[in-house]
């Protein structure tokens, strides 16, 4: 399954789903593409992620993990190497 939004791949990574790869998106330079294996599993997710409630317990994740998936991928979108 391949990923844009910053927010929905934390979600996948703090739900215990492998990031394989990240793409450079070939229409838009500045935007990153995040590579999932699972894609059926992590369709589910994202259905979740986008269609439960804001309190449902599916959309639980540990903090600590959440910030620290975000500081992993944002260093990935702005690593120049």
Avoid: H
């Amino acid at each position: 399954m391949r990923i844009t939004t910053l927010d929905k791949a934390v979600f996948l990574l703090c739900k215990g789903k492998e990031l394989t790869g990240v793409e450079e998106d070939k229409e838009k330079p500045n935007r990153k593409i995040f590579v999932f294996n699972d894609t059926e599993g992590c369709k589910e997710l994202i259905r979740q992620y986008d269609f439960a409630p804001k309190d449902s317990d599916v959309l639980l994740v540990n903090s600590k993990e959440y910030v620290y998936n975000l500081k992993k991928l944002k260093g990935i979108i702005y690593d120049k190497s």
